[in-house]
Structure formats: structure tokens, C-alpha cells
């Protein structure tokens, strides 16, 4: 079946430095795709999305790619500080009337000090 | 405004017991979802409504139900709790079109 998966179970990154956490997915037919950041203990918290239509899209220090021809999503974290510690998913959503998500496994980012 | 809130916080149960897992949101969202999360893993749709009177069934609805007679309350119900369903239950709501996804804070259950 479809499935979205994440290349590294965890990141380790020094303050400051810039983090990169990368995501496949293999449904072609995803047009959507957001990135949820979830803090210990708390429910997952919307970072930023991206549609098929786009390559690029950035935030507040966050930028999401998306490469179509190998479905590839990544978001980049620019200066990381320690209250970026967190599992980070990516998440896909197809076709159908509630635009269900489909979850990656999540990626731990730890920022060292 | 309060945005998705759950009820309770954290619930141990016995096997065979039931009972009731509250989400409710201010944000006029037509659509809410019910996720379970595992430790380590992802989210996993248990079920999910388009709007108040219909709900539909998601990847995981095995022993569970749900209702949604009012927007704002999408109660989550487990009638014969089992081991298996130990787990952290999210629920969420969206308003539709936009697809994101706002999320309450959860509800862990333990079932022994």
C-alpha cells in the first residue's frame, strides 16, 4: 500500500547549525503535504505545508521542498535552537472527501548545546 | 479561543471496561478526526467526520465508536477496552478544504 516514510529515525544537530529532516512518500497521487512538529507529551503542532503545484515554501525559519519526480519532501530549519527539540512527521494527503493524512514515523531532532 | 481540547488527560482501564474519550473544538471546523499513536510511531486514523450526523471509518476502527450530533463535540468510544488499545488518542479538526489539521493536546490510555 502507500505508504510516507522518513530516511533517519533521528537528528542531532548543534545550536545554531542548520537542520535539514528528510521525507519520502510514495503515493504519486498526493497533492498536499504538511509537516507537524510534536513536543514530548503534547499533540502534534502545523509548521508549514506545501500543494503539488509548488517547490518551495517558506515560513519563519522553516522551509519545506518538494521534488515530484522523486517524491522527496524535506524541511529545512534555519538556526536551530534548543526549543526545536522535537519529533518532526510529515504527513500526505490524497484524494477522498476528508482528505484523510497519512503520518510518517517521525523524525527525533535533538539540538545540542 | 480554547481550540481542540480532550478529556481526560490520562485514563487507566480494566480489560472489558468502557468508556468515553471527549474532543471538543470553538474553531467552527466542519471536519474532526480521531487518531491513536503508538509509541514511536505515527498517527493512525481511527475515524473521522465530514460534519455533524455522518461520521465514516478510517484505517483503525476496529472497537471503537463514534458520534457527532454537534459540530463542536466528537466523542470517541470504546465499549470492551483490550490491551491493544493502549495507546495516545488525538483528536482533531479542520475546516474542511484547507486540509490542516489542528490537533488537542491528547488523551493517554493504559489498559490492564
Known amino acids: 500500500g502507500e505508504s510516507v516514510g522518513l530516511h533517519l529515525p533521528t537528528l542531532s544537530v548543534q545550536e545554531g547549525d542548520n537542520s535539514i529532516i528528510n521525507c519520502a512518500y510514495s503515493?504519486?497521487?498526493?497533492?498536499?503535504f504538511i509537516w507537524y512538529k510534536q513536543e514530548s507529551g503534547k499533540g502534534p503542532q502545523f509548521i508549514i505545508d506545501i500543494r503539488s503545484n509548488m517547490d518551495k515554501r517558506q515560513g519563519q525559519r522553516v522551509t519545506v521542498l518538494l521534488n515530484k519526480t522523486v517524491k522527496h519532501l524535506s524541511l529545512q530549519i534555519a538556526a536551530t535552537q534548543p526549543g526545536d527539540s522535537a519529533v518532526y512527521f510529515c504527513a500526505e494527503s490524497g484524494t477522498g472527501s476528508a482528505r484523510q493524512l497519512t503520518f510518517g514515523s517521525g523524525t527525533q531532532l535533538t539540538v545540542l548545546p | 479561543n480554547a481550540g481542540v481540547t480532550q478529556t481526560p488527560k490520562f485514563r487507566i482501564l480494566k480489560i472489558g471496561q468502557s468508556m468515553t474519550l471527549q474532543c471538543a473544538q470553538d474553531m467552527n471546523h466542519n471536519y474532526m478526526y480521531w487518531y491513536r499513536q503508538d509509541p514511536g510511531m505515527g498517527l493512525k486514523l481511527i475515524y473521522y467526520?465530514?460534519?455533524?450526523?455522518?461520521?465514516d471509518k478510517g484505517e483503525v476502527p476496529n472497537g471503537y465508536n463514534v458520534s457527532r450530533s454537534t459540530t463542536e463535540d466528537f466523542p470517541l468510544r470504546l465499549e470492551l477496552a483490550a490491551p491493544s488499545q493502549t495507546s495516545v488518542y488525538f483528536c482533531a479538526s479542520s475546516y474542511g478544504l484547507e486540509e490542516t489539521q489542528y490537533f488537542g493536546p491528547g488523551t493517554r490510555l493504559l489498559v490492564l
Open positions: 467526520s465530514v460534519g455533524a450526523g455522518i461520521t
Open positions: 503515493n504519486s497521487a498526493s497533492d498536499y
